[in-house]
């Protein structure tokens, strides 16, 4: 809290002329803040702030608006166009040409537009549920090994490079041909198990690093609780790096599962961008140039998508960076002015 | 020291886990390899008898028992005692049932091929992006830094088979510089000779290509670290002793940098490998991934578990070595055990 915040400095109760205001005079300026002012307090801190860092901010905002048209797209856009179906078109009708197949069509006259568009759902499921596991693991067990050390860590560590040793994308091709999962949801997790002992170790690392440092010795000292130590200093130094992750984790997901429909592992029971990319590979001679489009289209699909999540990574690093936001907010005075925001 | 001996003991142990598990699969999966080796020579024989006499049973356990290393009417236990000690003492993965080799051959021999394409890929992506990352750091905000932080996001947004797929396509078969699969020119004779190792460079060309540019990426992790690291105070200090700019570049900021991404790097030696089943598919490269695949395809189940366990060796060697020398290059954190526990 700032000076400004209490008018009640200009007159004394008494009358007189105001004590000179030092550290010895004062007594707790702190307002009775009524709910609705909390309320617009934790708005602001929360949801105003963090909006204001991200939209000024390109990469943010263009990542930030790609992930939101995916998610669009996976809502509203399969509603708005109709599902793609074989020979409801002309053969390798080429893209761009017709408003009817803006993207074209492939070798069985499917619009690559309608496929494009439908496949969505799916890889949202997939990315979500991979994403969200393997975050949520690595970072509970990176940072407790990495902060409570000595056994625990050898115990968690261990079984980390167990999960870690097992060869991922092999593990997953067996898991795959044994139970052919059908459910993008059920991918999703499978492909997470892999992920997640990855970045339980980098955590760890940087847990390693934080533990050392002079603020949480402080912590310690003042007896904190563990799960507040954990909460205020660790976690929420982590928290641009865990972000970092989980947008690097969605990626790893788009990759990974496009790489096992493209081999052909994980049956073809919903449309992906993976069966697409395969579809097309299996069809068409990559010898002939008109028709490298049908292979194209699924390829910058994904690559869009993966810019989208690697931009709006960045972006979550701005947005937890306690000084930037600070600045943006209205309700938190800030040393600097506020022209300066913004770099 | 009893740090590192922890370390190795550990390692073993987890090494052990690993193929435990992997045996857990292998054996008791539902219809598994065993059991279907078994019904499917039983037929075999009973096309031609009657019914099986004991010695026929004896000699069908016999042959599954060679194939796959695995007695199948033993104890579960019992059978797993043999599969270790077979692993573990004489190298003896059993034999693939396709390839009608021994299992440690085929891998043998498919080994050096996938660690020149992968490693070479890899290091060279490495060295060079640490490079530019330290580069880009110490020039921060000119055009050269926001330039190559560009195409570094952009590399990172592209997965390394379709860059794969994207080379294969400009380079092998709309030029065609460069040959489409394969990994050696057919007719020439291994060993040091000119045609050999220029066809060998030649296809190794694509796949390396590949595998750099998807490695790219590290620039920007250490462009940030780097960043980080020059705004602290003891680098002041540091050219105030008058210390040279070279060695504060190499000494403090680089080492300092590298610390935060020094066991992902070391995960990446670790990890190239499971790269390597679709790289290899795609440029049609015969080694350890291509090999593997195709005993998935196959359900050649003694080959499968043989790669399983190659590869997680390396795995985990990968990983010791990032943790013994992680003290080297922050001695902070030193020996995990002189830390205390709270």
């Known amino acids: ?343 | 020291m009893s740090y590192y001996v922890k370390r190795i003991a550990q390692t073993i142990v987890v090494f052990l886990s690993t193929v435990t598990v992997t045996f857990g699969m292998y054996r008791l999966m539902p219809f598994g390899p065993v059991e279907q080796m078994k019904s499917q020579l039983q037929s075999e024989y009973q096309k031609s008898g009657q019914s099986l006499s004991r010695a026929q049973i004896e000699q069908i356990n016999q042959q599954v028992e060679t194939l796959t290393n695995i007695q199948p009417d033993a104890p579960l236990f019992q059978q797993y005692l043999s599969y270790m000690e077979g692993v573990l003492l004489h190298a003896d993965f059993g034999t693939s049932i396709v390839l009608q080799e021994p299992v440690f051959e085929v891998l043998f021999e498919a080994m050096p091929w996938s660690v020149f394409i992968s490693v070479y890929g890899l290091a060279l992506g490495t060295t060079i992006s640490l490079l530019l990352g330290a580069i880009m750091a110490y020039k921060e905000g000119s055009s050269f830094d926001t330039g190559l932080t560009v195409v570094s996001t952009l590399t990172q947004t592209v997965p390394y088979y379709i860059v794969a797929i994207l080379v294969l396509i400009v380079f092998a078969f709309q030029l065609e510089w460069l040959p489409t699969g394969g990994k050696m020119t057919p007719g020439t004779a291994p060993g040091l000779n000119w045609p050999f190792i220029a066809g060998v460079v030649e296809h190794a060309a694509l796949p390396v290509l590949s595998s750099f540019v998807a490695g790219f990426g590290g620039a920007l992790a250490y462009r940030g670290n780097c960043v980080r690291e020059m705004g602290k105070g003891y680098l002041r200090l540091a050219r105030l002793r008058g210390l040279s700019q070279g060695r504060i570049a190499i000494r403090y900021v680089g080492r300092n940098a590298l610390l935060p991404i020094y066991t992902t790097l070391m995960l990446g030696v670790a990890s190239v490998f499971g790269s390597s089943i679709i790289l290899e598919q795609i440029f049609n490269y015969r080694a350890m991934g291509f090999v593997t695949f195709n005993a998935l395809l196959d359900r050649d189940y003694p080959l499968l578990m043989g790669a399983f366990i190659f590869f997680s060796a390396i795995t985990l060697l990968g990983i010791l070595v990032a943790d013994l020398t992680y003290g080297i290059i922050d001695p902070r954190v030193e020996g995990g055990a002189n830390r205390e526990s709270y």
Not at chain 1, 21 to 40: C, E, G, I
Not at chain 1, 188 to 196: H, S
Not at chain 1, 270 to 287: H, P, Q, R
């Open chain 1, 1 to 343: 809290m700032s000076r400004t915040d209490s008018p009640a400095n200009d007159t004394e109760t008494d009358g007189g002329s105001p004590v000179e205001d030092d550290l010895f005079t004062r007594t707790s300026r702190v307002t009775d803040s009524s709910r609705t002012n909390r309320l617009r307090h934790a708005l602001d801190a929360h949801v105003y702030a963090p909006l204001a860092v991200a939209v000024e901010d390109t990469r943010t905002l263009i990542g930030g608006t790609i992930v939101a048209g995916f998610v669009l797209m996976a809502t509203v856009g399969v509603v708005l166009v109709e599902p793609p179906q074989t020979m409801e078109g002309p053969i390798f009708q080429q893209p761009f040409r017709t408003l009817e197949y803006p993207l074209g069509t492939g070798g069985l006259g499917k619009d690559l537009f309608a496929q494009v568009v439908h496949s969505a759902p799916s890889m949202l499921k997939m990315i979500l549920a991979g994403a969200l596991l393997s975050t949520g693991i690595g970072t509970l067990i990176g940072t407790v090994a990495g902060y409570k050390g000595g056994r625990l860590d050898t115990a968690l560590m261990g079984f980390t490079d167990l999960v870690l040793t097992i060869p991922g994308l092999a593990l997953i091709v067996v898991l795959a041909a044994i139970y052919r999962p059908e459910d993008p949801v059920l991918v999703g997790l499978i492909l997470g198990i892999d992920n997640w002992p990855r970045l339980s170790r980098t955590i760890r690392s940087q847990v390693l690093s934080i533990r050392e440092e002079a603020f949480t010795e402080a912590s310690r000292i003042m007896g904190l609780s563990e799960a507040t130590l954990l909460r205020k200093d660790v976690i929420s130094n982590l928290m641009p790096y865990i972000s970092i992750n989980f947008a690097n984790s969605a990626r790893r997901i788009i990759f990974e599962s496009v790489a096992l429909y493209f081999l052909g592992i994980l049956p073809f029971t919903t449309l992906n961008w993976g069966v697409m990319l395969n579809e097309a590979y299996e069809n068409i001679s990559l010898t002939d140039p008109t028709k490298l489009y049908v292979i194209l289209v699924p390829m910058v699909a994904i690559i869009v998508l993966s810019l989208g999540f690697i931009l709006a990574s960045q972006g979550l690093d701005r947005v937890f960076n306690v000084q930037l936001r600070a600045r943006h907010a209205r309700t938190v005075a800030s040393d600097e002015p506020k022209s300066e925001a913004g770099d």
